[in-house]
């Protein structure tokens, strides 16, 4: 067999012969080619065609008109040699979008005529009457914006329906603080000395481990206690001081004397028990009844907070957080009181009543605090940027002369919480000093140097005196939000459920809610009296 091409290559015409194995000669023109020759160049054709088959396939998946193989070649030809002419958004589109002014207003002009939906909006663009580019983006932008604001709305409702319960008592802790009190009246083992008389001189011993709690909750309180003393190495050489209110002295004295925590050593004190506090002159109550009076006449509540059109939902979130009592309280005041407090004690750590203990915190007296005063966790580094992202401007207002020549805005926050404290280093500064000074002025500016809180005035009061420890030590945000696994909370020394979902109410985070409850006993009389349950 033969094969046969005509000078113009168009006609390929195949002629008797031995076979295709045979070596053959064509004859195209006057010149003969070889088989090989022949058959790569039929090879080579039927490459192109399956290649403009294809372009010509994706070409028509893409939307576009239908076309022939050299037509859709033609028309792609640009592109092939590196030239786009693909269709851009029109310019129409980014003027409506960007227009800050909202001059553009939906045709219809009411709420109505705005698609409520995705399905709504598609359904609009469909039928006989398309819209142009400009109607297109019109409407676009009002669903956007409509949807945006109820998203707000909607947010900002979630975040006071938050603060109100946060700053609510439930009437489940109420029950248990009435019937202990109670307790304390009617059985004389509700009463007993804590500690008992042979333990008082660990309480002023240097060789003990020192934990000090302020708190006007009894069952955050027992909480924080247990969990302390269950996962410590050596219980037997842990004292936890204990400081509350007037109010909440005798529960809390009943609760610890009927559910001791032994061999630990529970010292529970009322704040007029100490002398320099209950005859002398205390700066922070002072500013606390000028905060008070000025909040109430300056302010306008969470009901102001929540109406404000321009902060963004978050902004907001934390300015209702901030209102919540507990930070009026003068529990969350008085660790800046310590050094007065226990005059003989050269180290103690500090823990809120909102948290639990995971395990031992003995190595904590072993951390060189080089000559600082207050070891705590740093809050601008972490996988978690909601909670780790803090720096001195998220707290301080930095519009404020005072503070901008005073502070950096971008130097690391740190975190109440869990704090170590070297009260023999403290004795030699002047940062309660500085404290009162910082509170003082924030009065005289109308409450404008800070948010509302304890933490801004303590950023400033231990500027300087900061010594940073391994974020293993404190776990933060597990009452903000519940990002957190529990996986990685169970990983950590101390887990601190700052924020407005408290464990022990209704609003936590389940999941979160359950490393908590771990430490509660249900079966406790006063508990199951009080209807107080795991979830």
């Known amino acids: 067999m033969q094969l046969h091409i005509s000078p113009s290559l168009r006609h390929v015409t195949v002629l008797p012969g031995k076979g295709l194995r045979e070596f053959i000669k064509v004859k195209v023109g006057s010149r003969r080619v070889s088989y090989r020759m022949v058959f790569y160049t039929l090879l080579l054709f039927t490459f192109l065609l399956r290649f403009v088959f294809v372009l010509t396939a994706v070409d028509t998946i893409d939307g576009q008109i239908r076309c022939s193989t050299i037509g859709c070649l033609k028309k792609l030809a640009p592109s092939m040699l590196g030239k786009n002419h693909q269709p851009t958004v029109p310019e129409v589109i980014y003027q409506v979008l960007e227009d800050p002014s909202g001059t553009y207003d939906i045709p219809g002009g009411s709420d109505v005529d705005i698609p409520q939906t995705l399905e709504d909006f598609v359904s609009s663009l469909k039928g006989s009457n398309r819209p142009d580019a400009k109607t297109f983006a019109i409407k676009l932008k009002s669903m956007v914006t409509l949807l945006e604001e109820r998203t707000r709305k909607a947010k900002i409702q979630e975040y006071l329906y938050r603060h109100v319960a946060s700053s609510s008592i439930p009437k489940q802790l109420n029950c248990l603080a009435l019937q202990l009190a109670n307790e304390h009246a009617t059985n004389a083992n509700a009463r007993l000395q804590l500690p008992s008389p042979e333990l008082v001189p660990t309480l002023v011993d240097n060789s003990y481990y020192h934990f000090v709690l302020a708190s006007d909750n009894i069952l955050a309180a027992s909480v924080v206690a247990?969990?302390?003393?269950?996962?410590?190495?050596?219980?037997?050489?842990?004292?936890?001081?204990?400081?509350?209110?007037?109010?909440?002295?005798?529960?809390?004295?009943?609760?610890?004397?009927?559910?001791?925590?032994s061999p630990a050593v529970i010292e529970v004190k009322a704040l007029h028990h100490f002398d320099w506090f209950a005859k002398g002159k205390v700066p922070v109550l002072e500013a606390m009844e000028k905060d008070q009076k000025a909040r109430s006449q300056f302010r306008g509540g969470s009901s102001a907070i929540v109406a404000n059109k321009t902060e963004k939902p978050y902004v907001i979130a934390a300015k209702l957080q901030a209102m919540s009592p507990k930070y009026n309280s003068l529990m969350n005041h008085v660790r800046i009181y310590l050094p007065e407090m226990f005059p003989s004690l050269n180290k103690i750590v500090f823990l809120d009543d909102d948290l639990v203990v995971q395990t031992d915190l003995s190595p904590l007296w072993d951390i060189d605090m080089n000559g600082k005063v207050n070891g705590a966790v740093e809050t601008c580094r972490g996988d978690d940027k909601f909670v780790m992202s803090k720096r001195f401007k998220s707290y301080l207002n930095f519009s404020h002369p005072?503070?901008?020549?005073?502070?950096?805005?971008?130097?690391?926050?740190?975190?109440?919480?869990?704090n170590i404290f070297d009260l023999e280093a403290w004795r030699n500064t002047n940062i309660t000093q500085n404290y009162h000074y910082w509170l003082e002025e924030n009065l005289k500016s109308d409450l404008s140097l800070w948010q509302l809180g304890t933490l801004p005035p303590g950023l400033i009061a231990f500027h300087g005196y900061v010594h940073t420890i391994d974020p293993f030590w404190h776990m933060l945000g597990l009452g903000y939000q519940e990002n957190t696994s529990k996986a990685d909370a169970q990983s950590a020394a101390v887990?601190?459920?700052?924020?407005?979902?408290?464990?022990?109410?209704?609003?936590?985070?389940?999941?979160?809610?359950?490393?908590?409850?771990?430490?509660?006993?249900?079966?406790?009389?006063?508990?199951?009296?009080?209807?107080?349950?795991?979830?």
């Open 495 to 535: 887990i601190h459920f700052n924020g407005r979902a408290k464990p022990w109410l209704d609003i936590a985070f389940p999941q979160l809610r359950a490393l908590w409850t771990k430490y509660v006993n249900f079966s406790d009389k006063f508990i199951k009296s009080c209807h107080i349950r795991p979830s």
């Open 226 to 261: 247990t969990s302390l003393v269950y996962n410590s190495l050596r219980p037997e050489m842990v004292v936890v001081h204990i400081i509350t209110d007037r109010k909440t002295y005798s529960p809390m004295q009943a609760w610890f004397s009927l559910h001791p925590l």
């Open 402 to 418: 005072l503070i901008s020549k005073n502070f950096n805005a971008n130097e690391c926050a740190w975190a109440y919480g869990m």
